[in-house]
């Protein structure tokens, strides 16, 4: 029997044909993902405002030490952290309902579940620009928190003055309930696919052992979600600390620095002082924040088990 | 019928599909770098861009110059800097008085000041310009730029709700002001719709790039300097310690007399919350008197031509007042400008044609009339750097439909720009001084402590950036 070995030249292509056929993609890769990366990075070392474009120049961690010292993005980082930790809570809280209750048999199912993608489908400006209407002087919103506050006042003999979203306090978890509001319908999808590959049997396990509805969830589907927690989790934080279209459709920043979050810091020094070399440091201190963040959320599941690498 | 499956055809081979990929991403590069279009490249915020194409197809049928206008759509500071970063041609474009020194910093704008001396027409309608337009489009003793439109703020009151609580004049002073519309809110004063009105008086303190003008005004209004010369912060300890005073009856109007409403500080576009009819006093635009005054726009003109009979287009519902200020003997307001500034990229073979276009949009045309300056006014009230125009009796005349051209013009005797606008560090200013503002109308730190850290921060910058 002959063997037929392959020629030399025979070998070499199919060595190097996959090679070839992947570098188109490669190369867009390397073009606009990994250049960007790498020369913002290489920007964040220099002192780089385009009011001085003369006085370009390397200053090494300057920027960071910069931004580090100074009590704006301190402020800034609190307040994210708060959005951050409100919008994931509640994300997954709301969401996770949702996916138990629309996994459930019930008439209209596909179309509730159809309509619950709506809010994920609209942009970010234009969900600010909505609630700027819900809870403008004249909106919807507006209007029934202004009537609960005079309620509450009646009731308790109290006076709180209602100052609509000219109160930090107000303002800044509206952004919250409208980010919230978006960003529901992804993770209930999320959810509602955990749920869905959970085992019945167990569920008929439980019941067969007289388990209650809260001790089935506690113990069955809420460890079957935990990767999907997890997952949701990760996304949200990262769309938490990235938030910016929103808080600048809604609130522009104020009132005062209520909604300062750091995205919106990052965007004031690179179009409002055109400094590229500090924005660029901003960006960067926003991913080592998410980075971290990401790592303490896998490490804690994961340390518990949780998690099935 | 046969049972045998025919091979099936690939729509597109190989080769086929490999040429058109080359095609395509040659193209791609090709498109990467087009050459200029032909003609003056003319960039622009979106404001009326339709007109803005009328005015240019007048301007080349009168010189035979062909124009590339692109109204540049959402944020125009954002996009117009990288469009100058990115090296785009351009020949002219609009510049903000807030972003002309930054621009000119930046080396994106040029000088046109050889232009003006070899073109004595124009270089003479120089003499007829506003002071503070002139000084708005000079940056280091040189001049840059023709003006597109101008402005200055005014004082509006509504004259029939301030009749139905009792008043035939408006306020002269700030203290005056708290009087009346504490008076005019309990008189309990009614919206076109039948809702009382809660807060007589609404400003804008909203923080956005073109904000807080609304500061500057109530500031100017009362003769406040609060720049020397050398730009260094005279607040909080300015004459008479009148920033800190204003900042004061902001915040007792907000919290303690429930004049100034709360919105104040979130709410943008003023013109149609006066023209909604629910506001009694406020600072406005001048050109946007007569918007809240045409009935088509106003639910206050509306309402009142309605109650008239009248089939009217412009009621004199909101008049235009002296801004009130801490004593009655002071004048003032704040003005800005926009201008046609020609850029530092702009191609030697096209400098003439795009300077003839400056001077058709922000001076004469060809026939030597303020056309395009006296078209915006016509059509949209917008106001114009030309002092001669004041008394244009066709201005006179449109202008007496809605306001009163002797109050135009004692207002425009007493407007200044922003003392610090030309300051390289006006921008990292503009940022910070809005929320600490916001912060002191809040209630979170008294107005003095804001201004000293306003002040400080001043200071600050003028370290860092000289």
New interface residues.
């Given amino acids: 029997m002959t063997v037929l070995r392959p020629s030399f030249f025979m070998s070499r292509t199919r060595d190097f044909l996959p090679l070839v056929l992947n570098l188109p993609a490669v190369i867009l890769l390397l073009a606009f993902i990994a250049y960007p990366i790498g020369i913002s990075f290489w920007m964040s070392l220099h002192r780089y405002n385009?009011?001085?474009?003369?006085q370009v120049y390397f200053h090494g961690l300057e920027n960071y030490a910069t931004i580090l010292a100074s009590s704006e993005f301190w402020n800034a980082l609190w307040i994210s952290l708060y959005f951050t930790f409100m919008a994931v809570l509640l994300v997954i809280v709301i969401a996770m309902a949702i996916a138990l209750l629309l996994h459930e048999s019930f008439r209209g199912r596909g179309v509730v579940r159809a309509l619950l993608l709506i809010p994920w489908a609209i942009p970010g400006v234009v969900n600010g620009l909505m609630w700027v209407g819900l809870l403008?002087?004249y909106g919807a919103f507006n209007a029934m928190l202004e009537d609960t506050v005079a309620a509450v006042n009646y009731l308790f003999g109290i006076n709180i003055v209602y100052?609509?979203?000219?109160?930090?306090f107000v303002?800044l978890n509206a952004a919250i309930g409208a980010h919230v509001w978006r960003s529901v319908p992804f993770a209930c999808i999320i959810f509602l696919a955990a749920i869905q590959a959970i085992p019945t049997e167990q569920y008929r396990a439980a019941r067969v052992d007289g388990a209650t509805s809260w001790n089935r969830f506690r113990f069955i589907t809420l460890p079957w979600l935990y990767h999907a927690v997890l997952v949701v989790a990760i996304f949200e934080t990262m769309n938490g600390f990235r938030a910016f279209d929103l808080i600048y459709a809604l609130?522009?920043?104020?009132?005062?620095?209520a909604t300062?979050v750091i995205a919106w810091q990052t965007y004031?020094e690179a179009?409002?002082?055109?400094d590229f070399g500090g924005a660029n440091a901003y960006s960067y201190l926003i991913t080592l924040i998410t980075m971290t963040l990401a790592i303490i959320y896998i490490r804690l599941l994961y340390r518990r088990g949780l998690v099935q690498g | 019928m046969s049972g045998v499956r025919q091979p099936v055809k690939p729509r597109m081979t190989r080769r086929a599909f490999l040429q058109s990929s080359t095609a395509a991403g040659l193209g791609l590069v090709a498109g990467c770098n087009p050459a200029p279009p032909p003609g003056v490249i003319f960039k622009g915020w979106v404001y009326e861009p339709d007109l803005v194409r009328e005015n240019l197809d007048y301007f080349e049928r009168q010189t035979g110059i062909r124009v590339d206008y692109n109204a540049v759509s959402g944020n125009y500071h954002d996009k117009m800097v990288a469009l100058h970063v990115g090296g785009a041609p351009m020949e002219c474009c609009y510049v903000r008085d807030d972003d002309f020194a930054e621009w000119v910093e930046a080396g994106w704008l040029r000088p046109c000041d050889d232009l003006l001396a070899a073109d004595p027409d124009t270089s003479a309608a120089t003499a007829d310009l506003f002071p503070y337009n002139l000084s708005s489009m000079t940056y280091g003793g040189k001049r840059y730029g023709l003006p597109y439109y101008t402005d200055f703020n005014i004082w509006i009151y509504n004259e029939p709700m301030l009749e139905a609580a009792g008043f035939d004049t408006p306020a002269r002073t700030l203290d005056e002001l708290t009087e009346q519309a504490i008076k005019v809110r309990e008189a309990r004063v009614r919206t076109p719709t039948g809702d009382v009105i809660e807060y007589p008086i609404m400003l804008n303190f909203r923080q956005s790039v073109l904000g807080f003008l609304d500061w500057w005004t109530l500031n100017y209004a009362s003769e406040a300097t609060l720049f020397d010369e050398d730009l260094n912060p005279t607040f909080p300890d300015d004459e008479d310690r009148r920033a800190e005073t204003i900042l004061q009856w902001l915040t007792d109007g907000i919290h303690r007399h429930r004049i100034i409403s709360p919105s104040s500080l979130t709410a943008g576009q003023m013109r149609d919350h006066v023209a909604s009819g629910r506001q009694v006093y406020g600072i406005l635009n001048k050109y946007d008197l007569e918007y809240v005054n045409n009935r088509r726009n106003s639910a206050a003109a509306d309402d009142e031509l309605k109650r008239r009979g009248s089939d009217a287009l412009h009621a004199k519902v909101y008049r235009m007042a002296p801004v009130p200020s801490i004593s009655p003997d002071q004048h003032g307001t704040l003005g800005w400008t926009r201008m046609y500034c020609l850029t530092s990229r702009c191609r030697e073979d096209r400098m003439q044609d795009a300077w003839a276009l400056m001077k058709f949009l922000g001076a004469r045309d060809a026939e030597g009339e303020y056309y395009t300056a006296r078209r915006w006014f016509r059509l949209r009230g917008l106001g114009f750097a030309y002092r001669s125009l004041l008394d244009d009796p066709d201005i006179v005349a449109q202008t007496e439909q809605w306001g009163e051209i002797d109050k135009v013009r004692e207002q425009s005797r007493h407007v200044r720009p922003r003392e610090n606008i030309k300051a390289p560090w006006f921008p990292d200013f503009k940022i910070y001084y809005q929320p600490e503002i916001q912060k002191i109308l809040l209630g979170q730190q008294s107005a003095r402590d804001g201004l000293g850290k306003i002040a400080q921060r001043c200071r600050q910058l003028i370290a860092d950036w000289s």
């Fill in positions: 385009l009011r001085r474009p003369d403008g002087d100052t609509g979203m000219a109160s930090p303002a609130t522009g920043g104020g009132p005062g620095d300062h004031k179009f409002a002082r055109l």
